[in-house]
Every structure is written in structure tokens, then in C-alpha cells.
């Protein structure tokens, strides 16, 4: 196979399912608490699972401030062929292209705040920490991605505290057995569990 | 600032920087050892920081069965508005897209190894797990890129070892004091240093 033509012309996009915006509110539509921001990440969970667009992921970005949803995200690894696709990396980039910035904790940024449906695997946490958001709400811990067989990666034990030293919040647990439910039901489904490979 | 209208269009490209093709060899080069394979990555971060298209760092993936290349990678953080912009992503996520794959590793996959400029931060070190590659080669050490001001993120001590226990051999060193002369370089230039706040 030759493929080094190719890299001259080195772009890739990547693009949100279509059903995504069946499932978004009116774009001024205010979100009155966490567990309203939490419940569009695990239904965008939940919904990506059902049309078979990824993995059973969800990730949202809101400005803390006015309420309002800045980016959505959803994983999309397999579809995208992207190993790098998970719910916060796609919703951190949306997010960013929209404000124009490489850092959502630069100066005249809103407070930017993401609610995921799982705890972040290794990847994600340093996502998040570079995204420049200053809060991060967690719906179903790692332990229950794990269970399900997803590999989270090498994070230091002490992940929370890492994060509440570089000045991110750190909530867990807001609907944890909504988004576990989305987990196993992506689990008795039979669908892909992909994950490092063990050494042989 | 409305933006949550954007968000039904929601996609995002990122490209290479136009000069790439310029630094590239043939594509039927053959690669003959790891110095080479390196110095490709070396020199891809020197000339970013010279054409003012990112941050300091490069990375290529090769076939190691071949000794040819399969993608390059530079840091478009500020660019790109794109946190999650670092070199080994950029080069992971180019390298899938050639082989449209989520999984470099995945069956009839060549052996896929990634030379990076500098150790991988916390991000680009689940990147590289969740990749596929089989081998990892660093030029400068995650000290190096910390004694110039850059944030290495969470990472566990024994990141080496959760490497290689998930089949990915590491190789450090290569090329270090060229990898280091960029990043100082790049200092010295008072070019922008970006990292994660601290608690306040």
C-alpha cells in the first residue's frame, strides 16, 4: 500500500452526527442546574449509542455564566477513524473553533464548564486541563467504564487533586446511574469495546 | 455573544502547514534508522517554530516493515484554536486517516511506530495508547520541555512502564540535545508558552 503521496494534501475534518441537533434545545434555552447540563450529555450518550454513530460517550460545554450550551460532543472513534475522538476532545474543539481561541479560560472567555458521561480516560484528562475550562462534572465513574471493559489508561491515582491544582473543579457522581445504564446497555448490545492491546 | 447557533454545523478541519511538503522526502524514501527517523521530527519542529505555525515540537509515524512514512505531525495549538493540537495527535489522526483505521495496530495494519520531538505530555501519552502504534521513540525528555515553562500535565511516574505493559515499546533519548536546542530556541525567541492556570 502507498500512502505517502497522500500527506501532502494532509487535512482531516471531522463533522458531529446529523442527529445531533434533534436532540439540542432552542439555542437560548437556559439551563437551570447540573443535572439538566448533565442529562443532554447522557442523552447525546445514549442517542449515539441508539444510531450507531460511537461509542456510549457524551460530552457538553457550557457557558456557567448565562446558562447556555457552547458545543456538544459525542465519541465518534470508530466512524471517524480517529482514535482521538472521544465525547470531550470533539466537544473542547467545537467549543474552541466557536470562541477562536486555543485556551476557554483565556481572557474574555465566558466560565466554561464540561459535564461528561463518564470520567475521563488518560487522553482526556490532559485534554481537559490544556481546553482552559475551569470546571469538570462527571456522570458515571471510570470503574464503570472498566467494568463494561474499556481500558481508562495510564492516570495518576490522584487525578481530581491534579486538576483542583491547575484550578478546575472537580464534580462527580451528577447522574451516575443514568449514564451506567447507557453503558451497559452499549455492553449487552455486544458492541465494540476497543482498547490498547495487553503485551503479549 | 450568541454562538449556539453555530453548533448545527458543527465540524472541524485542521490542516498541515502549507511548508510540510517542502521538508518531506520523496515518498518512496526509505528511512534507514532511528537518527533518521527522528531528525524527520526534529526538523519538523525546528521549522515550525521558523515559519511561526505552532509550538516546538514535531512527530512522524512510520511503517516500520518499510522504513517509510506514513504521516507527519507539528504542534497548531494557537493556529489551529485548538488545544488538543499537539504533534503526535495531529500525526496519529493524519496516519488513521490514511489507513482508515481507528486502530493503527488493528489486523493487516503494518507495524506503526510514532518519533516524537519531546516526551509525550498527559493528552498525547493516552493518545499514544489509544493509537495503535507498537513503538514510541522521544528525542527531548519531558524535563526539557518543563525547563522552558511548558506544563507536562499528570502523568504517572512510571508512564514507561504503563507503556509497555500495553504492548508499546519506548525508546528515549534519540536526538535529545537537537530536540533540546529547538525548544531552547523557541525561548529564546519569546515565543508563547501556553499551559494549564493554577489553582488561584
Known amino acids: ?6 500527506i501532502f494534501s494532509s487535512e482531516f475534518t471531522f463533522r458531529l452526527p446529523d442527529w445531533i441537533s434533534s436532540v439540542l434545545p432552542d439555542p437560548g434555552h437556559v439551563f437551570c442546574d ?4 448533565m442529562r443532554l450529555a447522557v442523552t447525546l450518550a445514549r442517542e449515539n449509542v441508539r444510531h450507531n454513530t460511537g461509542g456510549p460517550f457524551g460530552a457538553t460545554i457550557f457557558n456557567c455564566d448565562t446558562g447556555r450550551l457552547i458545543a456538544p460532543g459525542v465519541n465518534i472513534v470508530i ?3 480517529w482514535s482521538g475522538g472521544h465525547a470531550e476532545m470533539i466537544a473542547c474543539a467545537i467549543a474552541q473553533q466557536i470562541l477562536q481561541t486555543h485556551d476557554l479560560g483565556g481572557e474574555k472567555m465566558p466560565f466554561c464548564e464540561i459535564f ?4 475521563p480516560c488518560a487522553m482526556c484528562l490532559g485534554a481537559t486541563l490544556w481546553s482552559g475550562v475551569r470546571r469538570l462534572a ?3 465513574r471510570e470503574q464503570d467504564a472498566r467494568d463494561i471493559g474499556f481500558d481508562e489508561g495510564p492516570k495518576p491515582v490522584d487525578w ?5 491544582e491547575r484550578g478546575i473543579s472537580v464534580t462527580r457522581d451528577v447522574l451516575r446511574d443514568e449514564a451506567v445504564r447507557v453503558l451497559q446497555d452499549y455492553m449487552d448490545q455486544g458492541k465494540p469495546i476497543y482498547n490498547a492491546r495487553k503485551k503479549k
Open 79 to 81: 466512524p471517524a477513524h
Open 160 to 164: 481530581v487533586a491534579a486538576l483542583e
Open 116 to 119: 461528561t458521561s463518564a470520567e
Open 1 to 6: 500500500m502507498s500512502v505517502s503521496n497522500e
Open 34 to 37: 447540573d443535572e439538566e447540563k
Open 138 to 140: 462527571c456522570a458515571a
